[in-house]
T-cell receptor
Framework: AQSVTQLGSHVSVSEGALVLLRCNYS??????LFWYVQYPNQGLQLLLK??????LVKGINGFEAEFKKSETSFHLTKPSAHMSDAAEYFC?????????????FGTGTRLKVLA | EAQVTQNPRYLITVTGKKLTVTCSQN?????MSWYRQDPGLGLRQIYY???????DKGDVPEGYKVSRKEKRNFPLILESPSPNQTSLYFC???????????FGEGSWLTVV
């Protein structure tokens, strides 16, 4: 079965430092991959997605992620953290299984940005 | 404005009292689904629907029912709520299964 693993349920970085949130998935074929962000008391908002084509995907708020098939990874990065980036981040995959689509979410990584 | 709307946003109810959480989307999406979010467990899919009158179980369907009589609406029904169904619930939709999924703002449900 498809699975998504996010390493680190909590990550702390200093303001201005690199943000790296890790995501690995299990799939025998390249799935569609997503990163979502959840701010307190809000729903999930799409940051970026990979479907096909260029493996480096740019999203909103300066985030980007690189699809690495050989490593089955889709890590999220941002060169310089801002206080407003503090939120919970979810990696997700969608995969076609028996004619229907399943979305599998990781357990989330809560990002804390230190002043 | 394109959106997924869920109601109620906050609810405290008692064990065994049937309740329905409504979900409506105005994007003409075919795919709709319900998730529950619990600390440390991420989002887990309860039910999903590929189109009108087509629904299927997700990973944690026990204790829930859904219906999809119209394309825009996908209510979640708890026939006899229990305390272990206390959670944050999200409705979501996608144009077609597999693509970007859009979420409602969530419904906090407490069962006492």
């Amino acid at each position: 079965a498809q699975s998504v693993t996010q390493l680190g349920s909590h990550v702390s970085v200093s303001e201005g430092a690199l943000v790296l949130l890790r995501c690995n998935y299990s799939s025998s074929v390249p799935p569609y991959l997503f990163w979502y962000v959840q701010y307190p008391n809000q729903g999930l908002q799409l940051l970026l997605k990979y479907t096909t084509g260029a493996t480096l995907v740019k999203g909103i708020n300066g985030f980007e992620a690189e699809f690495k098939k050989s490593e089955t990874s889709f890590h999220l990065t941002k060169p310089s953290a801002h206080m407003s980036d503090a939120a919970e981040y979810f990696c997700a995959v969608s995969d076609r299984v028996s004619g229907t689509y399943k979305y599998i979410f990781g357990t989330g990584t809560r990002l804390k940005v230190l002043a | 404005e394109a959106q997924v709307t869920q109601n109620p946003r906050y609810l405290i109810t008692v064990t065994g009292k049937k309740l329905t959480v409504t979900c409506s989307q105005n994007m003409n999406h075919e795919y709709m689904s319900w998730y529950r979010q619990d600390p440390g467990l991420g989002l887990r899919q309860i039910y999903y629907s590929m189109n009108v009158e087509v629904t299927d179980k997700g990973d944690v369907p026990e204790g829930y029912k859904v219906s999809r009589k119209e394309k825009r609406n996908f209510p979640l029904i708890l026939e006899s709520p229990s305390p272990n169904q206390t959670s944050l619930y999200f409705c979501a939709s996608s144009l077609k299964g597999g693509g970007t999924i859009y979420f409602g703002e969530g419904s906090w449900l407490t069962v006492v």
